[in-house]
C-alpha cells in the first residue's frame, strides 16, 4: 500500500473538516452538507481506482 494514498486521504479529510466547521459556524449548513458530501465522493473516486488497480493486477497476475 502507497504512503502517498493515506495521506492524500488524511488530506482530504481535514480539509473537508475544516470547511465544514467555518461554514457551520457562519450559519450555512447546506454548503456545509455539499463539502462534506464533495469530499466523499473525491475518497470514493480515490479508492476505486484503488480497486480498479488491485484487480487489473490480480488479473495479471494470473493471466486472464
Known amino acids: 500500500m502507497n504512503v502517498d494514498l493515506i495521506f492524500k486521504i488524511a488530506a482530504i ?3 473537508v473538516a475544516v470547511l465544514n466547521l467555518i461554514l457551520s459556524n457562519t450559519k450555512q449548513s447546506e454548503q456545509a452538507l455539499m463539502v462534506t458530501l464533495a469530499g466523499l465522493v473525491a475518497v470514493l473516486v480515490i479508492i476505486v481506482q484503488q480497486i480498479f488497480e ?4 490480480i488479473k495479471n497476475l494470473f493471466g486472464f
Open 13 to 15: 479529510g481535514i480539509l
Open 54 to 57: 488491485l484487480f487489473n493486477m
